[in-house]
């Protein structure tokens, strides 16, 4: 069976979809994405739309130091395979992340978040290019212990995605993490991200995309996953791994049932 994730940022602290599935048995438990100092959002955070939720949350974190204090602890005393999501704004920026979050205990492995629309705008690194990309995972591999695993996320542009994903693999992590959001806007013209059933099909292109230019590189599949069947598509566009997102905020049980339909139709 394909392994299963819950995707950055929509699980909460844990806490909170604990009791609508069990969270011991996922392959992992991915944090909303962690920066070295706290960021607030904005006042309009969430709309929804015909083909899923616009959100622009602008990486809402309590800081790297709140994490470790207050939510960290209470994931590793559950049991949960928890990969903490980090972005900054350069490569030192995201190294002094990694640094505070890597003799944790209780941590499984870092998402790099690479695919952040816009990322100037929000004062992080471009990881959009090849050059960015394997510069923000150098930062990361020079500092991260041989405990914790690397996955690196890269969005779902599929013109930009062959030379990343080739750039990223050739310097190294344990997977890549392919699709997700879009861009998208809120009502008032506020820059946000699409996510849900629309983005799917874009997901699986990039999934496919990034299995035809890397023919056995490890890669997990995010974008509009609600079922069984959702799982299934990505595993045959060449995932070993699917992340489930924005359908827990819709409806925190669609992980146990996507797992139900998964054990009773292998």
Known sequence: MIALHVAAGCGGTGRELAPYADLTALAGFVTRTLTLDPRRGGRLRIAESRGG?????QLQNPGVDRFLTAELPWLAQQGVATWASVAGSSPADIAAVVRRLAT?????????????????????????????AAEAVRAVLDILPDNLALHVKLGADVRRLPAVARAVAEVGCDALVIGGALPAALDNGTPAELSGPAVLPVALRAVRTVRAELPEFPLVGVGGVATAADVRAFGAAGAGAVQVGS???????ALARITSELEEQS
């Open 247 to 253: 359908a827990l905020l819709h409806d925190p049980s």
């Open 53 to 57: 939720l616009v959100r622009a949350h």
């Open 104 to 132: 944790a205990p209780g941590l499984s492995g870092i998402e790099l978040n690479l695919a952040v629309d816009d990322a100037a705008s929000q004062r992080l690194h471009d990881g959009s290019t090849p050059r960015g």
